[in-house]
Each structure stands twice: as C-alpha cells, then as structure tokens.
C-alpha cells in the first residue's frame, strides 16, 4: 500500500479480515477503510492507487458501499472526476448497516416465515 503509515496500513487490513467475518468482500472492507481515515474524498483512482487494486474492482466496490448507504457521492471543485467520502460518526454508520442488514435479510426472512405459517395453517385446515 502506498503513501500510509504502518497504522493506516494495520486498520486497514484488520477491517478488510473484520469484512470477510461479516460477510463482506475483503477488498470492500478495506475500500471502506481507506475512505473512512482519509481526511478528504478520494477518487477511484487514487484508492485503486494506494490500495494496489483494480480499477473496476475499485467501481464494483464504492457501489456496493454506497448501496449500503455508508460511502456517499461528492464533487470537488475544479476536478471532474467522481469523488467518495465514508460516513465517518461510527455509532451512525453501524446503525445504517445494521438498518440495511435488516432490510436485506431479516425481513425478507420473516415474510417468508409469515407466508409458511399461512400456509400450513391453510394445509391444516382442508385436513381436519
């Protein structure tokens, strides 16, 4: 990794291992940690720069955070590249994902669970 220190480098890596644990790509984690200690928005080419990944991995990633709501879209004056900066109040950012993770999996569960007790419930009836 380029231009950081060996801490930037160590919460870096850490998250990216964290990321795998929770089920989310490596290089995402770590995306998301290099734009949650940068000081100012980064454009894709500077993370897929310091981070030595590719480019398109580098656009396949920031989609994937900003669908989850923590990395947001940002114009910098006099550049016209697209820029990208994290939610950086942590307590917010958990609550977000935590709200996504919902959305994602937990809902779609429990209307799946509703549905089958309808219908065993359904079932039970014409038996009886």
């Known amino acids: ?59 396949t990633s920031l989609k994937e955070l900003q669908g989850w709501g923590i990395v947001r879209l940002v114009h910098v004056m006099g550049d016209k590249r697209d820029h990208f900066e994290s939610m950086k109040d942590v307590w917010e950012m958990f609550r977000v994902v935590l709200d996504e993770r919902k959305k994602r999996e937990i809902d779609p569960t429990l209307t799946v669970l509703r549905e089958c007790i309808l219908e065993a419930e359904k079932d039970k009836e014409t038996d009886e």
Do not use: C
């Not at 984690?29 to 580098?58: K, W």
């Open 1 to 59: 990794m380029k231009s950081l220190s060996t801490v930037q480098q160590q919460f870096i890596l850490h998250w990216g291992e964290m990321g795998t644990r929770w089920g989310i790509n490596r290089t995402v984690a770590q995306i998301h940690a290099l734009l949650y200690m940068s000081p100012r928005p980064l454009n894709a080419e500077d993370i897929a720069g310091t981070l030595d990944v590719a480019r398109s991995n580098v656009s």
